[in-house]
């Protein structure tokens, strides 16, 4: 981590928690949050669930949506507007999972008019790019990632562009328990930074780049050791309120 950019540690529930579970979990936490000045921390949590949770958000806390479709509106069965994560209070969105590129057939070019159009409605864009295990073996991992954040960023300028988090997350060490050591995290963050910096010079160094992948209580210091990780993108670990108070203290420690 580097201080002069503010860490993030961003609880990705996925499809986890009932309405009972979730408001619990912000009852707790809330007492414990430390200033947005010294972490941003996030949750982002399954849209039927938004509304009430950005009701009891609190001062630090802020809520995020999972996904969100590019279009303001129009006949898409099934999907969530940008506008209505907007006025409901969202601050964040993540774009481009690799659970959604799986399975749910997002592209690079849906994830470049996500990020545009979170970005016109207020959203923060934690936009997510990561190699799978065939890639890492291949030995191609930086140039795949380079390019997922090339097409990702197409046509945003600087002022935008830094108002985007970018969170890197080997698709092997998702849920696997299989974190990715911090060096080959740093290693890869690193050559998005330099990336980021080819598009937009200076402002590279002020984007904030989290790890994703099995991160917990146990590996969050090694990683947030490292100068270009800037926080943590975390699935499981966040579903528990300790666990996840565990890793907003570590960023909060660096
Ligand atoms: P885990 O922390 O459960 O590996 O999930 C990571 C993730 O996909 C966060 O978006």
């Not at 969530?80 to 659970?99: D, F, K, N, Q, R």
Request: hydrophobic share 40%.
């Amino acid at each position: 981590m580097n201080k002069h950019r503010i860490p993030v540690i961003a609880g990705n529930w996925k499809m986890y928690k009932t309405r009972d579970e979730a408001l619990q979990f912000i009852y707790a936490v809330n007492q414990e949050m430390p200033s947005r000045d010294e972490v941003e921390t996030v949750i982002c949590a399954n849209d039927v669930l938004l509304r009430d949770l950005v009701k009891r958000q609190g001062e630090s806390l802020k809520i995020g949506a999972q996904n969100m479709h590019f279009a303001e509106n129009g006949a898409f069965t099934g999907e969530t507007s940008p506008l209505v994560l907007e006025t409901t209070g969202v601050a964040y969105v993540i774009i481009g999972h690799s659970e959604r590129r799986a399975m749910f057939n997002e592209t690079d070019e849906t994830v470049n008019l996500k990020v545009h159009s979170a970005i016109k409605h207020d959203l923060t864009p934690i936009v997510c790019v990561g190699e799978s295990l065939e890639i890492r073996e291949a030995g191609t991992t930086n140039e795949v990632v380079k390019n997922q954040i090339i097409k990702a960023y197409a046509n945003l300028n600087d002022k935008d562009a830094l108002s985007t988090i970018v969170a890197y997350e080997p698709i092997w060490a998702i849920g696997t328990g299989k974190t990715a050591t911090p060096e080959q995290a740093e290693e890869t963050i690193k050559a998005i930074r330099d990336v980021l910096a080819s598009l937009y010079g200076e402002v590279a160094s002020k984007i904030r780049i989290l790890y994703g992948g099995s991160v917990n209580a146990k590996n969050i210091d090694a990683l947030l050791a490292k100068e270009n990780i800037d926080g943590a993108l975390v699935g499981g670990a966040s579903l528990d309120v300790s666990s996840y108070l565990t890793l907003v203290k570590a960023a909060l420690n660096k």
